[in-house]
């Protein structure tokens, strides 16, 4: 208010990545309805079928499966493999390919070396040779009863690996997943409550975060008294032939995971020491003449402005993996993709299948998409302010 006039309010922009995120949402739901109507009448097809049981078995699933289950479920079993074996390949290859990307900065000529060597031979292998090398290399470890042990807690052999894990997984996941909403409610919700600027958008903002932060708050309540027997740790025991207890990674999720992880590293780690380089050499020089030691200026100094160039590929990369993970059907992985193809061969209804498992890849790749934007405007906004 201004000499006793008050101003008119102006209207913040919609943020863009909650209109992108309603945008995906209907196409995906005008795909669905208009697939299913195109093939139910031009070819007859429907998705009944994904009510029926399978009658068959998946060898490694991390959500609980029984042949009685009906199709969707063994979809959403394919699809929780499939993130699982994608996340670790993420972090497993972001990791390798930081550690290669860093080391012709190190000094060190032998390191420097036998990184170029390492991306020189991986990148110019096929995944798929390499998914085979490794499941050929893990069926070749001792048998159980002579499995490698490590603290006598961790167990390798031709049969996997064995760890220890929490009696119950998926009670401390929940948890902490609802911990997350939580915390993102009470932020969300003091940032509001102190900007108190009327925007006509900000209603139903607020009323999803109080909803979200209520469910979030009634749901920890419930887990809270299970909890206590969740954290126990189960460790494996070795019973016959087999490991019984603890988390069990099948020889063929093994494979999948290193193959990835070693094959994507090569890249990523091209893509990182393209970035470190691309640093401007003054502010190297500013950083030694302030006396940082080499591992702080590569943390504090060259990292966060080689992000900046580095996060468009990094997006490029991951979406690949998540990709690359129905390679894992020719080691018998149990993934989206091998999944599907037994769907097809059990009901004979191949459009319905490829029209399903397309449209969960769309939707896993888009999410990988929007997220690296949104990391990449973050970054961006930072570095050119």
Not at 83 to 89: K, N, S
Not at 148 to 176: H, M, Q, W
Not at 189 to 201: D, I, K
Not at 216 to 240: C, M, N, Q, T
Request: with cysteine; hydrophobic share 55%.
């Amino acid at each position: 208010m201004i000499n006793g006039w008050r101003l008119p309010v102006v209207a913040r922009p919609i943020n863009r990545t909650y209109l992108r995120l309603v945008v995906l949402m209907l196409a995906i739901a005008t795909l669905f309805v208009i697939g299913r109507w195109f093939l139910s009448k031009s070819f007859g097809t429907t998705f009944g079928f994904l009510f029926d049981p399978t009658g068959w078995d998946i060898a490694f699933s991390i959500l609980p499966y029984t042949k009685n289950d009906p199709y969707w479920w063994a979809f959403l079993v394919g699809v929780t493999n499939t993130i699982t074996a994608g996340a670790l390949g993420v972090v497993g290859a972001t990791t390798l390919g930081f550690v290669v990307g860093a080391a012709p900065l190190s000094g060190n000529r032998l390191l420097s070396d036998i990184a170029r060597i390492y991306v020189n031979i991986v990148r110019n292998v096929p995944l798929i040779l390499q998914a085979a090398l490794w499941y050929g290399i893990i069926l070749h470890f001792p048998p159980a009863r002579s499995a490698f042990s490590i603290l006598g807690e961790i167990y390798f052999s031709n049969r996997g690996l064995c760890i220890p894990k929490f009696s119950d997984t998926g009670t401390l996941i929940g948890a902490v997943i609802l911990v997350g909403f939580l915390y993102w409610g009470i932020k969300s919700t003091h940032r509001f409550v102190q900007s108190r600027r009327n925007e006509p958008h900000s209603l139903w903002r607020s009323g999803v975060t109080i909803a979200v932060t209520i469910s979030a708050a009634a749901g920890l309540a419930l887990l809270l008294p299970r909890l206590p027997a969740a954290i126990s740790i189960e460790a494996p025991v070795l019973k016959g032939l087999n490991f019984s207890g603890g988390f069990q990674i099948p020889p063929e999720f093994a494979a999948l995971a290193a193959a990835i992880i070693v094959y994507r590293g090569a890249y990523i780690g091209e893509i990182f020491r393209g970035g470190f380089t691309s640093v401007a050499r003054g502010q190297i020089e500013a950083a030694k003449a302030l006396g940082l030691r080499p591992w702080m200026v590569l943390w504090k100094i060259r990292l966060p402005l080689a992000l900046i160039v580095i996060v468009p590929p990094l997006a490029s990369e991951y979406i690949n993996i998540m990709k690359v993970t129905s390679i894992g059907i020719v080691i018998g992985f149990a993934d989206l993709f091998m999944v599907s193809s037994n769907a097809t061969m059990q009901t004979g209804r191949p459009l319905e299948v490829i029209f399903i498992m397309m449209l969960i890849y769309l939707i896993l790749n888009y999410s990988i998409s929007a997220a690296m934007n949104l990391v990449n405007r973050r970054l961006r906004v930072r570095g050119f302010s």
